[in-house]
């Protein structure tokens, strides 16, 4: 009887083994799963490129397409006491290239604008000074300074190269008793204006594209 039982239950563990290994009656194992979401990265916004193209002067009603000249423009007010130049700028409009000398105190002093020729000099020594382009327009002050009464410069940058349609560089070529001189090198003596601002004292000069 014991043989017997034996026999039964060895038959059972036998019948157990075989369904743990049968694939037909073990259910498939379950995992939890998380899917991974392929996301596309957010692009960052890149600040635009700086432009050169400069705001209107306060007070410029002018129109922005004009005649111009290439000869000479003279004004004089040698009545004056000299006044002190203190910024000057240039930048890109819409239809010409502007160059900006800005006075310390009100009113302008008087100038002289023209084309000259190469060699361009200095009003020291009369050395030629080096200048880009193939049109060069000489813009004199007077009177005026661009120093203190201390001797130190109100202007740091003498000498700018310009990356403008036509204005190629910008250079101080005299600072010597209440005469001021700067030249425009441009890429070609193309017609020009002069303008007169006030508040504060700026005296403009446009040079078509």
């Known amino acids: 009887m014991k043989a017997i039982q034996k026999i039964l239950l060895l038959g059972c ?8 290994r049968d694939p037909k009656t073990t ?16 692009p960052v ?9 400069a705001l209107p002067e306060s007070g410029d009603t002018s129109d922005p397409t004009f005649e111009g000249t290439t000869g000479v423009t003279e004004k004089k007010r040698g009545e004056l006491p000299p006044r002190t130049l203190r910024t000057v700028r240039a930048a890109k409009h819409e239809n010409f290239d502007r160059v900006v000398f800005e006075f310390a105190e009100s ?10 020729d190469k060699p361009v000099r ?14 060069f327009l000489l813009i004199q002050i007077l009177p005026a300074n661009a120093h203190t009464e201390a001797g130190k410069a109100t202007i740091a940058d003498r000498e700018r190269v310009l990356n403008l349609p036509v204005m190629r560089e910008l250079k101080l070529i005299c ?25 504060p004292a700026r005296l403009v000069v446009d040079i078509k594209h």
Do not use: H, K, M
């Open 13 to 20: 563990c036998v019948t157990v083994l075989s369904c743990a």
């Open 122 to 135: 200095n009003c020291g020594a009369g050395e030629v000074v080096s200048v880009g382009g193939n049109g």
């Open 27 to 42: 259910p498939a194992p379950t995992y939890n799963v998380t899917p991974i979401i392929s996301q596309t990265a957010t």
């Open 107 to 116: 009113g302008l002093p008087g100038y002289r604008i023209e084309y000259v």
């Open 175 to 199: 600072d010597f008793e209440a005469d001021v001189q700067w030249v425009v090198g441009a890429s070609q003596a193309n017609r020009y204006r002069v303008l007169e601002l006030s508040n």
């Open 45 to 53: 916004a890149t600040p635009s490129a700086p432009t050169d193209t």
